[in-house]
């Protein structure tokens, strides 16, 4: 399965969208996958805290579907821009959604039990609502490499599976 870079998407989900102000300029490419590695980083460290606190199978199965797609999307994703040698940019939206993750991550990890894997659930489908308008709306029209831009449009499908897969987990455990 083809995971591409659906860390970009991840990363703007988790955080809600929040680092995407109207009216900033559109990234670039550099940035772009700067913003994609993060995010990838950002899911992966998120589900790795599912896995060691949730005591619900569902949730832990989720979370690992979701540090295996991350990670490789990761890899696939520094393969590219070794292809393409691209320097990947840190920037103001990779740096706030850095921030933000790691403020969520200590206020979930505040939480056990059903209010863990509840918060955590509803996270991830916020996140996922999020990455997708993300990549649909700023990431995939600001790629100007064909590639970039593929591999972007990749990972809004992979994502899209990723919300219907939060959201039915959700569901079961509420």
């Known amino acids: 399965m083809l995971i591409r870079l659906s860390a970009a998407v991840a990363v703007i989900s988790l955080l809600g969208g929040a680092a995407f102000a109207q009216g900033t300029a559109k ?5 772009i996958a ?3 590695y993060t995010a990838g980083v950002i899911d992966v460290t998120a589900a790795k805290q599912a896995i060691a606190k949730s005591k ?3 949730v832990v199965a ?3 579907d979701m540090v295996r797609d991350h990670e490789a999307v990761n890899k696939q994703a520094l393969d590219l821009v070794k292809k393409l040698k691209v320097t990947p940019e840190d920037n103001d939206t990779s740096k ?20 863990y894997d509840k918060a955590y659930l509803a996270n991830e489908v916020a996140y996922h609502k999020s990455v997708n308008g993300a ?3 700023l990431l995939i029209p600001s790629a100007s490499n064909a590639e970039l831009k ?4 990749t990972g809004l499908k992979i994502f ?11 569901a079961a455990v509420k």
């Open 56 to 58: 619900n199978k569902a």
């Open 62 to 64: 989720f979370a690992q």
């Open 96 to 115: 706030t959604l850095s921030k933000q993750a790691a403020d969520k991550q200590a206020e979930l990890a505040k939480l056990d039990g059903a209010a």
């Open 160 to 170: 899209q599976g990723h919300l219907q897969h939060a959201e039915h987990v959700a």
């Open 34 to 36: 700067h913003i994609a």
């Open 27 to 31: 990234p670039t490419d550099p940035q």
């Open 150 to 153: 593929s591999l972007l449009q």
């Open 135 to 137: 990549l649909e709306t």
